[in-house]
């Protein structure tokens, strides 16, 4: 085992131990540093998103901590095209940056970011030199962080974790037809932002994905859910404190939701076994929808827009040049 993967074996079990709804446990997969990954850049005004799927990703109800972490690197040396772990790491952050976590706690235990995932994200921001003290994993509210089991550390050593909970700016900040006060923790805390949502669907906006997701950063988003949120979620998303931070995106698809969402429904969840990497937040919500689509269409049911939760938010968002939003230019990766 070589050296850095002991030291994120040894923090890892130390962070898990401290979890009330999580146990860790020898893991039986064998995952070492991605040696090689052969990836050509698309070319133009086009997109990447990467998918990886692995079974065996979930056992006895716990994350594999060593399999999240081979995924994490892997995927972003595919999102990146670079082919070490170091080098796509230190591409998209620095040192002296300090980083936001945002995941997404709303759906519950069954539906929500799970913490191991985060860890391995977070083990790839010491690879690119990031020290613990500028990492911040963060949500909407502490209690839902904790009850997930996630550490809270508002102030110590070592990563930090938290809720916005009341702390929010106290001057409204109005972009298109959104006027919110954003979490202080994204306006004064963090330089970057790695968002972490769920693969879900979702009873008004279709899905909540990437850009349904920033909704947590701020303190009013029970206002803006009216016409299946549109265009709501595309305004948010183009704020410069949005929009100039999200550096990487990583949707946690270990399980995903189909229907019934944002809250957990067995039986409107499968086990997708998989995560959702991109720069680009509209593909990455295209894509993600595509595949919530098809899980629909598989169990027999009507697509979102048949039954009244069009995600034309994601549209919207492309025609304000958020992103890509257009199949034909986005490069699906899969392994």
């Given at each position: 085992?070589?050296?850095?993967?002991?030291?994120?074996?040894?923090?890892?079990?130390?962070?898990?131990?401290s979890?009330?709804?999580?146990?860790?446990f020898?893991?039986?997969?064998?995952?070492?540093e991605?040696?090689?990954?052969?990836?050509?850049?698309?070319?133009?005004?086009?997109?990447?998103?990467?998918?990886?799927?692995?079974?065996?990703?979930?056992?006895?109800?716990?994350?594999?901590?060593?399999?999240?972490?081979?995924?994490?690197?892997?995927?972003?040396?595919?999102?990146?095209?670079?082919?070490?772990?170091?080098?796509?790491?230190?591409?998209?952050?620095?040192?002296?940056?300090?980083?936001?976590?945002?995941?997404?706690?709303?759906?519950?235990?069954?539906?929500?970011?799970?913490?191991?995932?985060?860890?391995?994200?977070?083990?790839g921001?010491r690879?690119?030199?990031?020290?613990?003290?500028?990492?911040?994993?963060?949500?909407?509210?502490?209690?839902?962080?904790?009850?997930?089991?996630?550490?809270?550390?508002?102030?110590?050593?070592?990563?930090?974790?938290f809720?916005?909970?009341?702390?929010?700016?106290?001057?409204?900040?109005?972009?298109?037809?959104?006027?919110?006060?954003?979490?202080?923790?994204?306006?004064?805390?963090?330089?970057?932002?790695?968002?972490?949502?769920?693969?879900?669907?979702?009873?008004?906006s279709?899905?909540?994905l990437?850009?349904?997701?920033?909704?947590?950063?701020?303190?009013?988003?029970n206002?803006?859910?009216?016409?299946?949120?549109?265009?709501?979620?595309?305004?948010?998303?183009?704020?410069?404190?949005?929009?100039?931070?999200?550096?990487?995106?990583?949707?946690?698809?270990?399980?995903?939701?189909?229907?019934?969402?944002?809250?957990?429904?067995?039986?409107?969840s499968?086990?997708?076994?998989?995560?959702?990497?991109?720069?680009?937040?509209?593909?990455?919500?295209?894509?993600?929808?595509?595949?919530?689509?098809?899980?629909?269409?598989?169990?027999?049911?009507?697509?979102?827009?048949?039954?009244?939760?069009?995600?034309?938010?994601?549209?919207?968002?492309?025609?304000?040049?958020?992103?890509?939003?257009?199949m034909k230019?986005?490069?699906v990766?899969?392994?």
């Amino acid at each position: 085992m070589n050296p850095q993967r002991r030291t994120f074996l040894r923090r890892t079990v130390s962070f898990i131990a401290s979890l009330p709804f999580f146990s860790f446990f020898k893991s039986q997969v064998t995952a070492g540093e991605v040696s090689s990954i052969k990836v050509t850049s698309p070319a133009g005004d086009k997109a990447r998103v990467v998918i990886l799927q692995r079974e065996g990703m979930v056992r006895e109800d716990a994350v594999d901590i060593n399999l999240a972490m081979k995924m994490v690197n892997e995927g972003v040396c595919h999102v990146t095209g670079n082919s070490l772990p170091s080098g796509a790491w230190r591409e998209l952050f620095h040192p002296k940056d300090t980083v936001g976590i945002k995941v997404n706690c709303l759906g519950g235990k069954g539906v929500s970011t799970h913490p191991e995932l985060v860890m391995a994200v977070v083990e790839g921001l010491r690879i690119a030199g990031v020290p613990d003290s500028n990492i911040i994993i963060w949500d909407r509210l502490t209690s839902e962080l904790e009850s997930l089991g996630f550490k809270i550390n508002r102030q110590g050593e070592g990563v930090r974790c938290f809720g916005t909970d009341s702390t929010y700016e106290p001057n409204v900040e109005e972009v298109g037809a959104v006027g919110s006060c954003f979490s202080s923790i994204l306006s004064r805390q963090c330089t970057a932002l790695i968002n972490m949502p769920v693969l879900k669907d979702h009873d008004l906006s279709g899905v909540s994905l990437s850009l349904k997701n920033l909704y947590g950063a701020i303190h009013n988003p029970n206002k803006y859910h009216d016409n299946n949120g549109n265009p709501y979620i595309a305004d948010l998303n183009s704020h410069p404190l949005i929009r100039k931070k999200v550096r990487l995106i990583i949707c946690d698809g270990i399980t995903g939701m189909y229907n019934g969402g944002p809250g957990f429904k067995p039986q409107g969840s499968w086990p997708f076994q998989g995560i959702i990497l991109s720069r680009d937040p509209v593909a990455l919500d295209r894509v993600g929808c595509e595949i919530i689509e098809a899980k629909r269409k598989e169990k027999g049911l009507p697509g979102l827009k048949e039954v009244g939760r069009d995600p034309k938010h994601i549209r919207t968002a492309f025609k304000k040049g958020l992103g890509i939003g257009d199949m034909k230019r986005i490069e699906v990766v899969k392994g």
